[in-house]
């Protein structure tokens, strides 16, 4: 089934509901699009299931009007702008373009087209609109200009590098960010493709998840540690000697799992001592244990790859990748790559990369921003499709979406690849009104791979989420008063957590594969609701789980849903490890763990365990295709605004799990 048909459906049924209406584009389905889960050289490999049926290839707009061209090596602003052989060198309404490309307005129809292969260093300001019948194009395809996709880029290359030994040193320019000042965080170095990490001690398993996972961690019992204090003389006085902490922070786990990062303040040579500011204490663990590192000191800088970096002189110490030249190496500067703050507009084709957003710089670090200044219904984009990107290498220390939207209307971000941004969330969408997200990759990152937050009647549709094992990252999370969303036919797995819900009523969940990985044994859950009052003071209702695989690998629960949300929650046709919930509606669900209770099995008719080998035909391996048919019935008759399984595959007989009989 293609992703036009599955859109064309999902759509019908918002529809329905009043909810959007599709846009009337003119598009190009045979053209080649090549960069699919593309293999970047020197990216640390991120473990996870290939799409069994991946997304089709997206269907690339055309412009219907002026076509624009732009090359950053080769072009000029004193050109026309209207052939490849004339192009500009900067985009329009870039703030370093002169002569036409800062003159230009484009109309409805009109596109932009950037050379494939090319790097473009600096931001893409969307600022003029287009209609429903006519979008504005910015196409980064290198369908007829270039080689491959256009790159967007947020950096510039260090230099002024001197080094001795293995360690290299050099100074930051001076105009940096006033947001920088303090924060040795903002710094996102990249040697090429490759992350360069804050040196920290312990040594962390991952370029891409420092500090963020427990196991890089080193575990303090209760009598070891307070607010504003940790004690570990074994571990601390082999980093700090005798007592200079230089510019050292330490990264310390909290109680509802999440990473506090202080400056160390001071150090007690004689008791082992580190003592930090505690501006979060109402997060510090109540427990008899936490986790914590050192990071950004000069004696824990060992290892290639890493980097110590000064906020207040500007001071930068490397260690170089190995047979890597230090010229090459990179610093985010930028915070936007493609900024959207237009109606109708279309963002095909690119690579964003290396856009960074410091502490207290909200909506930044992000590759592609569709963006309104003011709240929904109040000032609001209209009619964006953002699609077939590849958005990579983006740091935001608040977390934002590498892709990130506020504020919009009949929004649909469609087959982009979103990887290896750190502390970055994948997709986020808030204050979203008929939101579509489908057909994308996620992986990896520092925080929840697709997010909704205040956006409603929206869907999260056949999109692939892997590796998101960052603290207090799960897969896809629907938060803030998120109502009337339909979240189907999406493959979550080798995660922490793989969907929570929070304060969201008529949700369906239906037709996924929601699974953690069998390393995080912390995971409690699979699948979790946190209940709570929404933003009008209402409690959750009408949660719907229907035909999922909802696997908890590391050995807890694999549904658990609130006490505030039981009013209206329907958990029918799936198969999972176990279910905490206090009341509801429950049929022919399938329970796989062995340490279900006995009440599991009480709650309603059809209600059985089950092995995993029985049903399907590798799970093992990833493969949850049932292993006969008659293994999944009989099951519950429902009635539902959706026609498809995970494979898009129309509905049949009722069975139990994600995929509907063959």
């Known amino acids: 089934m293609s992703n036009r048909m599955r859109r064309l459906v999902v759509l019908i049924v918002i529809a329905i509901g009043g909810m959007l209406t599709a846009c009337d584009l003119s598009d190009d389905a045979d053209a080649p699009y090549t960069r699919w889960h593309p293999e970047v050289e020197g990216l640390t490999p991120i473990p996870g299931h290939q799409l069994e049926f991946p997304p089709e290839l997206p269907e690339w707009v055309e412009i219907a009007g002026t076509r624009y061209y732009v090359d950053y090596d080769g072009g000029s602003d004193a050109n026309d702008g209207t052939s490849p052989e004339s192009a500009w060198k900067h985009s329009p309404r870039d703030p370093n373009a002169t002569g036409k490309p800062a003159e230009v307005r484009l109309k409805p129809g009109d596109g932009v087209i950037f050379k494939g292969g090319v790097v473009y260093r600096g931001s893409i300001a969307i600022r003029d609109s287009g209609t429903a019948s006519a979008p504005v194009v910015f196409d980064g395809t290198g369908r007829e200009f270039g080689q491959g996709s256009a790159i967007i880029d947020g950096s510039e290359f260090l230099t002024g590098w001197q080094c001795s030994g293995e360690i290299c040193h050099t100074i930051l320019p001076d105009k940096l960010p006033e947001e920088w000042q303090g924060d040795v965080f903002a710094l996102n170095l990249y040697t090429e493709n490759r992350r360069m990490t804050l040196a920290q001690g312990p040594e962390p398993a991952s370029d891409y998840f420092v500090p963020y996972q427990l196991e890089d961690l080193v575990a303090v019992e209760g009598h070891q540690f307070d607010t504003t204090w940790v004690e570990d003389f074994d571990v601390l006085s082999e980093i700090f000697g005798e007592g200079n902490i230089g510019r050292a922070h330490v990264v310390i786990w909290a109680n509802d799992n999440r990473i506090v990062l202080a400056p160390i303040e001071s150090y007690d040579a004689r ?392």
């Open 271 to 662: 008791r082992g001592r580190i003592v930090f500011e505690d501006n979060r204490a109402r997060y510090f663990p109540n427990n008899s244990r936490t986790y914590y590192a050192i990071v950004n000191h000069q004696n824990v800088l060992s290892q290639p790859g890493e980097f110590v970096y000064d906020p207040e002189t500007r001071e930068v110490w490397v260690i170089p990748f190995p047979n890597t030249d230090v010229n090459t190496i990179t610093y985010s500067l930028r915070p936007v790559g493609i900024d959207v703050q237009a109606d109708h507009v279309v963002v095909q084709g690119f690579i964003a990369q290396k856009f960074v957003g410091a502490r207290h710089q909200w909506h930044d670090g992000v590759g592609i921003r569709v963006y309104a200044n003011g709240p929904l219904k109040v000032s609001e984009r209209r009619g964006v499709l953002v699609q077939g990107n590849e958005v990579r290498f983006n740091s935001s220390r608040e977390s934002y979406g590498a892709i990130y939207t506020r504020a919009t209307r009949d929004l649909r971000i469609l087959n982009n690849y979103v990887h290896h941004n750190f502390p970055n969330r994948g997709i986020q969408a808030t204050e979203g009104f008929g939101t579509e997200i489908s057909g994308n990759h996620v992986s990896g990152g520092g925080h929840t791979g697709i997010t909704f937050f205040r956006t409603e009647n929206s869907i999260i549709a056949y999109n692939t989420v892997d590796a998101v094992t960052a603290v207090h990252a799960n897969g896809i999370s629907n938060y803030l008063s998120s109502h009337g969303n339909l979240i189907l036919g999406n493959r979550v797995e080798n995660g922490n957590i793989a969907l929570t819900t929070k304060h969201s009523r008529n949700v369906t969940i239906a037709h996924n594969i929601l699974t953690t990985h069998d390393a995080n044994e912390g995971v409690n859950f699979a699948v979790a609701d946190w209940g709570d009052k929404d933003e009008d003071g209402r409690y959750p209702r009408n949660l719907r789980y229907y035909n999922n695989i909802i696997l908890n690998y590391g050995g807890g629960q694999g549904l658990r849903v609130h006490d505030d949300s039981i009013l209206g929650l329907e958990v029918k046709n799936n198969i999972l490890s176990c279910l905490s919930a206090s009341g509801g509606r429950f049929a022919y669900n399938k329970y796989i763990s062995t340490w279900c209770n006995q009440h599991d099995l009480d709650k309603g008719s059809g209600e059985e365990r089950a092995e995993l080998r029985d049903l399907f035909r590798n799970p093992e391996a990833g493969d949850y295709r049932p292993r006969a048919a008659e293994v999944l019935r009989p099951a519950a008759q429902l009635f539902v605004p959706y026609q498809y399984d995970i494979d898009g595959e129309r509905l049949g007989e009722p069975t139990i799990g994600p995929y509907t009989d063959r």
